[in-house]
DNA sequence: ATTATAGTATACCGATCTGTCTACTTTTTT
DNA sequence: AAAAAAGTAGACAGATCGGTATACTATAAT
């Protein structure tokens, strides 16, 4: 009876509801799912998630990283056939076209990006949560620096283009959302393609 | 007794009761919040609430309908002052600028689009909510393409200026929201007036 | 083979949720 | 002034919430 509560984070069975309570904070958001609904969904029992996390909170906290985790993987490898700025452009809107329209298994189903819904349920800056989505966008905007740094060495001339990226990411990701545009993406690469 | 539940919707109460709902559910999601809480900071009783509404999800009905009508109210006078392509797309921007920076009371304290947020809690499709805040969006839309067909004639070209103006201002307040960026609406007024 | 560990299943706890009900008070209408 | 309507305060019901405890089982290590 050890009670010494970290177990290993390569276990199967936190793989399980990480991933399972993923897609349901995705689906319906964070507050309206309980942790019932998980173990159920996830065929855990509940001693064993508290096992795992101390809280609901902690379990929450593990998504939020390992859906960044998901992300930051998949959203780099998409990039890495790019070897000029109008291909980096290309694959950047290519990836968010794949990911609005369902094409994409690792991140589930499309319902606009995780970390803005999850940001809007807790919105204190000093949750840590909180400040995990900030992240996330901050990974971003670091990935579209590092990439174009090779093809733009002007940083003036680069900052613009990462801002104009950002931008149009987050409005794709809007529009295929809560517009039910699934062209978004479409739309923004010939907008992209014809700034540079 | 006349149990009959159609209260005027002008009542005092009823405002109050949106008032209040409209900024707690915007500053922590809709399934964060709880009926008990509206109660208690709007100073309204229980039977008061059920004799206007018929449980907490006409209540959201009613939440959404308002917000949307506040928030294009609001963005049709910020958007009155412009007589051309350029002085529209200024409008606009300076409009959100205000907004992701507090300045709008009306819309309440900035925790990035409510409808947006609103859509991730309640994802389907068939779901009235999810139904009004996509009616919000096609709303926006269409005062683009009102506000710029007596600059630009040509359709096509008007149209992909609507596309643009769409994803900056989605990326505006994404970019606000959760970059924490402040000026994502002044980058945008740029982007968009180099454009045209 | 024994023993600690990690798992299941489920009852249970106190708190909180939406919604109803009663008793009373204030406001409005006639 | 009387009556109807709309309000308050709060107890209450039934369900569900997050989290704990108990009893038992399967797995893995020594």
Redesign the interface.
């Known amino acids: 009876m050890s009670e010494t509560l970290p177990l290993p984070k390569t276990s199967k069975k936190r793989k399980q509801l990480i991933d399972h309570a993923l897609r349901l904070f995705g689906?319906?958001?964070i507050?309206?799912v309980g942790i019932n609904e998980i173990l159920a969904t996830s065929g855990v029992a509940k001693k064993t998630l508290y096992n795992h996390f101390v809280s609901k909170e902690a379990l929450i906290q593990a998504c939020v990283l390992e859906r960044d985790s998901r992300f930051m993987t998949w959203f780099e490898q998409a990039c890495d056939k790019a070897d000029s700025t109008a291909s980096l452009i290309e694959c950047v809107f290519d990836a968010l076209d794949n990911w609005v329209n369902d094409r994409v298994d690792i991140l589930g189903h499309f319902?606009?990006?995780f970390?803005?819904?999850t940001?809007?349920?807790y919105?204190k800056q000093e949750c840590v949560i909180y400040q995990h989505?900030?992240q996330h966008?901050?990974n971003i905007?670091a990935l579209f620096q590092l990439r174009l740094t090779p093809y733009i060495s002007d940083e003036i001339q680069r900052n613009?283009l990462v801002?104009?990226l950002?931008?149009?990411?987050?409005?794709?990701?809007?529009?295929a959302?809560?517009?039910?545009d699934k062209q978004?993406a479409v739309?923004?690469k010939t907008?992209a393609l014809?700034?540079v």
Chains 1, 2 share one sequence.
Do not use: R
Request: with cysteine; net charge positive; proline share 0%.
């Open positions: 689906q319906h958001g507050h309206a319902n606009g990006c970390f803005v819904n940001a809007a349920e919105s989505c900030i966008k901050n905007k613009n801002e104009l950002l931008l149009l990411k987050e409005g794709v990701i809007n529009c959302h809560v517009m039910n978004s739309k923004a907008l014809a700034y």
